[in-house]
């Protein structure tokens, strides 16, 4: 895979990603991006990503150490790179526009830290991605659940 396909692969990944966000929202689960959320609710998400990710990691390792053929390991860590992905950015991104709410223009600046992550994990130093997931969050976490605990 050259560094194009790998490209159009994460493209791919991002629009599937859009699309089923679209579907829960249509749908009205938790994942809603339409109704905001606390911080807790917020918080209470975070290890859903995280084990999602790890659970993901782990069958990835137990599919290489299964000493499978070439091709069937590539299609097998393949799917679950996929899942882990698609897993991820769903739960991570619904919360973000979720929790963005509680802010005036809180649907454009979710979208642009969004924007920022994909940009970042297509043509820029991994980082740099890991550092607008972070700070992402730490953001959702900081905004107040109501203006008026600001005041």
Not at 56 to 82: A, R
Request: without cysteine.
């Amino acid at each position: 895979m050259n560094p194009y396909h790998s490209n159009l692969f994460f493209i791919a990944e991002y629009i599937l990603s859009a699309l089923l966000m679209a579907f829960l929202t249509y749908k009205k689960t938790p994942l809603d991006v339409r109704k905001p959320i606390s911080r807790k609710a917020l918080l209470k998400r975070l290890p859903l990503a995280a084990a999602a990710v790890i659970l993901s990691i782990l069958l990835m390792t137990g599919v290489y150490l299964l000493h499978l053929d070439l091709t069937k390991n590539l299609i097998l860590i393949g799917i679950l790179q996929l899942f882990m992905t698609l897993s991820a950015n769903i739960i991570l991104g619904s919360s973000w526009i979720q929790r963005y709410r509680v802010y005036p223009r809180g649907r454009e600046l979710a979208a642009v830290v969004i924007l920022m992550y994909i940009i970042a994990d297509l043509f820029m130093p991994s980082g740099i991605k890991y550092a607008i997931l972070v700070m992402g969050t730490v953001l959702a976490f900081i905004f107040p659940n109501h203006w008026s605990d600001w005041e």
